[in-house]
């Protein structure tokens, strides 16, 4: 909140420099906008609801990272130009936001909350489902090499171990969470086009596609086994 409410006023102050008034009004507005819906969100959040509000943000990020990673396995099911980068041109995996480093840090945002949901769910299948969704939003962060995006998933997740209770039961998760994403960074190093080209080659991307799939099943199997152990 101070963060949000200082960039807003930031913007205000940019208008001093700016050499387009309106447009810098128009990021003021929609600074001010996002501030008055957070804190309308604020309001409404209760100790009772705030577990629902942390799965549900959760669930929104997970799913935004994974139709982003098949942005770039399966572009054909997606319009034409929206694997590329509007911005600059780069293999780099930019959408939905055109932006990769905007798509990093999504992900990385994500990353705490989906540990909790993993570690801290109310049911079996619920911390498989959680443990399951965090290797595509790892695998998210990757391809867009965003360096800001690495920096704030490291930070999440030492916010995430300092602040949580109960810490030695949930490390079995990072476990095989570390090993799900060391499979995949191991098979995206053996696929230079999906590295390097925004349209890599059909084998190696549905190849990926399916590694990932199972290493995201395998990854939920293992924290079932480990949640009811």
Same mark, same amino acid.
């Given at each position: 909140?101070p963060?949000?409410?200082?960039?807003?006023?930031?913007?205000?102050?940019?208008?001093?420099?700016?050499? @387009?008034? %309106?447009?810098?009004?128009?990021?003021?507005?929609?600074?001010?906008?996002?501030?008055?819906?957070?804190?309308?969100?604020?309001?409404?959040?209760?100790? %009772?609801?705030?577990?629902?509000?942390?799965?549900?943000?959760?669930?929104?990020?997970?799913?935004?990272?994974?139709?982003?990673?098949?942005?770039?396995?399966? +572009?054909?099911?997606?319009?034409?130009?929206? &694997?590329?980068?509007? !911005?600059?041109?780069?293999a780099?995996?930019?959408?939905?936001?055109?932006?990769?480093?905007?798509?990093? %840090?999504?992900? &990385?945002?994500?990353?705490?909350?989906? /540990?909790?949901?993993?570690?801290?769910g109310r049911?079996?299948?619920?911390?498989?489902?959680?443990?399951?969704?965090?290797? +595509?939003?790892?695998?998210? /962060?990757?391809?867009?090499?965003?360096?800001?995006?690495?920096?704030?998933?490291?930070?999440?997740?030492? &916010? !995430?171990?300092?602040?949580?209770?109960?810490?030695?039961?949930?490390?079995?998760?990072?476990?095989?969470?570390?090993?799900?994403?060391?499979?995949?960074?191991?098979?995206?190093?053996?696929?230079?086009?999906?590295?390097?080209?925004?349209?890599?080659?059909?084998?190696?991307r549905?190849?990926?596609?399916?590694?990932?799939?199972?290493?995201?099943?395998?990854?939920?199997?293992?924290?079932?086994?480990? @949640?009811?152990?």
């Amino acid at each position: 909140f101070p963060t949000r409410r200082s960039s807003d006023l930031w913007t205000w102050i940019g208008l001093s420099w700016s050499h @387009t008034h %309106e447009l810098t009004l128009d990021d003021v507005c929609r600074l001010s906008t996002y501030l008055g819906t957070f804190l309308l969100a604020l309001c409404v959040v209760t100790p %009772e609801t705030a577990r629902s509000l942390v799965n549900g943000l959760a669930c929104g990020i997970a799913a935004v990272s994974a139709i982003a990673i098949m942005s770039k396995l399966t +572009p054909s099911l997606f319009p034409v130009g929206t &694997a590329a980068n509007a !911005f600059y041109d780069t293999a780099r995996l930019g959408y939905p936001f055109n932006y990769a480093d905007a798509v990093g %840090e999504y992900a &990385a945002l994500g990353l705490p909350l989906v /540990l909790y949901s993993a570690t801290g769910g109310r049911s079996l299948i619920g911390r498989a489902l959680g443990a399951a969704a965090l290797q +595509p939003i790892l695998f998210c /962060l990757a391809l867009t090499v965003s360096r800001g995006g690495i920096l704030a998933a490291a930070v999440g997740t030492v &916010a !995430f171990l300092a602040l949580v209770p109960n810490r030695i039961p949930r490390l079995p998760t990072l476990a095989i969470t570390s090993v799900g994403i060391a499979l995949l960074m191991m098979a995206l190093l053996h696929r230079a086009g999906l590295r390097d080209q925004t349209i890599a080659p059909q084998s190696q991307r549905h190849s990926m596609l399916l590694i990932l799939c199972a290493v995201s099943v395998g990854a939920g199997l293992a924290q079932l086994a480990c @949640t009811a152990l």
